[in-house]
């Protein structure tokens, strides 16, 4: 009789943990995460068994809980004059969600000259690098339509022609040469007491950007001129995308934008969409995937913005969502967010075993393929007179 009623206990504890793992929508999200995260990077000769497992948790979920899975969301935005460090933080969610600011550079003095014809000029004889794959850099020979090293003047005019829509790497030296660029980008604003880590400034021609990539640390990008188009998945089902990585889940750099496993999910996913005209800014976290586009000025046919970038990997690992197991969503017995990090990393051994061991080892080290030691930038030549300059700071 005991050993009966025992077995009946058992039976329906385990139907009450099963009835709660799976009643709500964050917790089948937890659960879809937990079996398809591993099994997809250590059975890769089943993938199509775990996509297709993808695939169906999905579209029930769009059947059972369609608010979870609308096709669009909504990103939080400030007003500059309502702006603030403490608001920026607290819309965030202390760094882990994307926050659009409108207006927080529009009486910067880049927002009336940067891509103007004397702007050009003023610059035309900076010598813009071509970098490729072949320079021992990690930008793709795609990105990069320029074949060989040319001045300011030329890559513009290229950029008005058509010739060569995307940003080249070699932009990147711009600001170390011409400090006096700096204070016209009224990054000020942005009240960072300790600046950025490292800046760039992009000069780019009107159509498709980026193709669907994230960074392991958080940036602001700040639009002077023409209309930069954001997409950005969900925050919340940027990890699907993580093994599809080549360098691993805690690896950062490009997602090809014809990869079968983002076509396959993409039309599942919810995105934000975010035009970011002259004198807006968007705070983008780590870890998060997007792409972008450009619209060029009516005028000029340019769009010229720039990226603050603060930190890296080492000290954002605890900002994402992604990485943290949506510790808000953790279930309770095992992966509670009063846990320590360690332990709810436990559960997607994936993250702990590849997510230190690639973060801290496959990541090239600063100063090594590119990268400079004082700027998280690609580039060949040091930007730290500029940093330095400018009071910035790790």
């Given at each position: 009789?005991?050993?009966?009623?025992?077995?009946?206990?058992?039976?329906?504890?385990?139907?009450?943990?099963?009835?709660?793992?799976?009643?709500?929508?964050?917790?089948?999200?937890?659960?879809?995460?937990?079996?398809?995260?591993?099994?997809?990077?250590?059975?890769?000769?089943?993938?199509?068994?775990?996509?297709?497992?993808?695939?169906?948790?999905?579209?029930?979920?769009?059947?059972?809980?369609?608010?979870?899975?609308?096709?669009?969301?909504?990103?939080?935005?400030?007003?500059?004059?309502?702006?603030?460090?403490?608001?920026?933080?607290?819309?965030?969610?202390?760094?882990?969600?994307?926050?659009?600011?409108?207006?927080?550079?529009?009486?910067?003095?880049?927002?009336?000259?940067?891509?103007?014809?004397?702007?050009?000029?003023?610059?035309?004889?900076?010598t813009v690098m071509a970098m490729t794959l072949g320079k021992g850099l990690h930008y793709n020979d795609s990105e990069v339509k320029v074949s060989e090293d040319?001045?300011?003047?030329?890559?513009?005019?290229?950029?008005?022609?058509?010739?060569?829509?995307?940003?080249?790497?070699?932009?990147?030296?711009?600001?170390?040469?011409?400090?006096?660029?700096?204070?016209?980008?009224?990054?000020?604003?942005?009240?960072?007491?300790?600046?950025?880590?490292?800046?760039?400034?992009?000069?780019?021609?009107?159509?498709?950007?980026?193709?669907?990539?994230?960074?392991?640390?958080?940036?602001?990008?700040?639009?002077?001129?023409?209309?930069?188009?954001?997409?950005?998945?969900?925050?919340?089902?940027?990890?699907?995308?993580?093994?599809?990585?080549?360098?691993?889940?805690?690896?950062?750099?490009?997602?090809?934008?014809?990869?079968?496993?983002?076509?396959?999910?993409?039309?599942?996913?919810?995105?934000?969409?975010?035009?970011?005209?002259?004198?807006?800014?968007?705070?983008?976290?780590?870890?998060?995937?997007?792409?972008?586009?450009?619209?060029?000025?009516?005028?000029?046919?340019?769009?010229?913005?720039?990226?603050?970038?603060?930190?890296?990997?080492?000290?954002?690992?605890?900002?994402?969502?992604?990485?943290?197991?949506?510790?808000?969503?953790?279930?309770?017995?095992?992966?509670?967010?009063?846990?320590?990090?360690?332990?709810?990393?436990?559960?997607?051994?994936?993250?702990?075993?590849?997510?230190?061991?690639?973060?801290?080892?496959?990541?090239?080290?600063?100063?090594e393929t590119g990268y400079d030691t004082d700027c998280f930038s690609s580039k060949r030549e040091a930007c730290a007179e500029v940093i330095k300059s400018h009071g910035f700071k790790h």
């Amino acid at each position: 009789m005991k050993v009966k009623l025992a077995w009946h206990l058992v039976g329906g504890l385990l139907s009450a943990a099963l009835f709660g793992a799976v009643c709500s929508p964050e917790r089948r999200l937890t659960l879809c995460l937990h079996v398809y995260v591993p099994c997809a990077n250590y059975m890769p000769w089943a993938k199509e068994a775990w996509m297709q497992m993808l695939e169906s948790y999905f579209h029930f979920e769009r059947w059972l809980s369609p608010s979870q899975f609308e096709e669009t969301y909504e990103l939080p935005e400030i007003k500059a004059e309502e702006y603030s460090v403490e608001k920026l933080r607290r819309l965030s969610e202390d760094g882990r969600l994307p926050v659009v600011i409108r207006g927080l550079v529009r009486e910067a003095s880049a927002c009336q000259e940067a891509g103007q014809p004397e702007w050009v000029r003023r610059y035309g004889n900076f010598t813009v690098m071509a970098m490729t794959l072949g320079k021992g850099l990690h930008y793709n020979d795609s990105e990069v339509k320029v074949s060989e090293d040319t001045n300011f003047s030329e890559y513009v005019a290229g950029l008005q022609r058509g010739e060569t829509r995307r940003y080249d790497a070699g932009m990147d030296t711009m600001l170390s040469q011409f400090p006096e660029i700096f204070p016209s980008l009224g990054l000020d604003a942005l009240q960072l007491g300790t600046g950025c880590r490292s800046l760039s400034l992009l000069v780019n021609g009107p159509g498709e950007g980026l193709k669907w990539h994230m960074a392991n640390h958080p940036n602001l990008v700040s639009v002077y001129h023409g209309t930069k188009v954001w997409e950005l998945i969900n925050y919340r089902f940027s990890i699907f995308l993580g093994p599809t990585i080549p360098g691993g889940i805690g690896s950062w750099g490009y997602l090809p934008a014809n990869h079968e496993t983002i076509d396959r999910i993409y039309p599942f996913l919810p995105k934000a969409l975010v035009k970011l005209k002259a004198g807006d800014s968007l705070f983008n976290p780590p870890w998060s995937w997007h792409r972008v586009s450009n619209e060029g000025d009516a005028k000029t046919n340019l769009v010229v913005m720039s990226a603050c970038r603060w930190s890296d990997v080492r000290t954002t690992i605890r900002l994402s969502s992604a990485l943290e197991l949506y510790k808000s969503l953790g279930w309770p017995a095992w992966v509670h967010p009063s846990l320590p990090l360690w332990v709810r990393w436990v559960p997607l051994f994936r993250i702990l075993q590849d997510g230190v061991r690639e973060i801290m080892g496959s990541i090239p080290s600063f100063g090594e393929t590119g990268y400079d030691t004082d700027c998280f930038s690609s580039k060949r030549e040091a930007c730290a007179e500029v940093i330095k300059s400018h009071g910035f700071k790790h």
